[in-house]
């Protein structure tokens, strides 16, 4: 998304800047559903056989790390707001809140999953971030 979204920096075969705004947002927000719709798929699948997985200080550090950055880009995107202030850049604000919830998510899963041993706690909170991800565009 947004290396998408930053496709409409640039004037493409004479088309109008105001089109390509356009374009972009409703591909990149259409990338939100696919996204969401292939987690929640696969979810699915990992409910009913939840792997193993092996969770160690680099899976948390990755993870700090990740939330860290998201952090970081949803201030930048959010930071000013003036006539500039486009539609993409509230969007990609909205995907980095999105990855930082999401981030979040995963750090709450691996700390649960480190305690009880409960694999299925992955699957299902994958779905909570699918939802996290079909919402995003909305959230004002």
Not at 22 to 45: G, M
Not at 73 to 93: A, C, G, H, P
């Amino acid at each position: 998304a947004p290396l998408i979204s930053y496709l409409s920096e640039f004037n493409i075969l004479g088309i109008s800047k105001n089109k390509i705004k356009k374009t972009v947002t409703l591909i990149s927000a259409s990338l939100f559903f696919i996204v969401a719709d292939f987690i929640i798929y696969e979810a699915q699948i990992r409910i009913k056989n939840p792997p193993e997985l092996k969770i160690d200080i680099w899976f948390f550090l990755v993870a700090i790390i990740g939330l860290l950055g998201n952090i970081y880009s949803f201030l930048i995107l959010r930071k000013e707001k003036d006539e500039e202030y486009s539609i993409i850049r509230k969007l990609l604000s909205r995907h980095m809140l999105v990855d930082a919830g999401g981030s979040i998510v995963v750090i709450f899963g691996a700390v649960g999953i480190s305690i009880w041993n409960l694999y299925i706690i992955d699957p299902i909170l994958s779905i909570v971030l699918a939802i996290f991800i079909i919402f995003a565009p909305f959230i004002d």
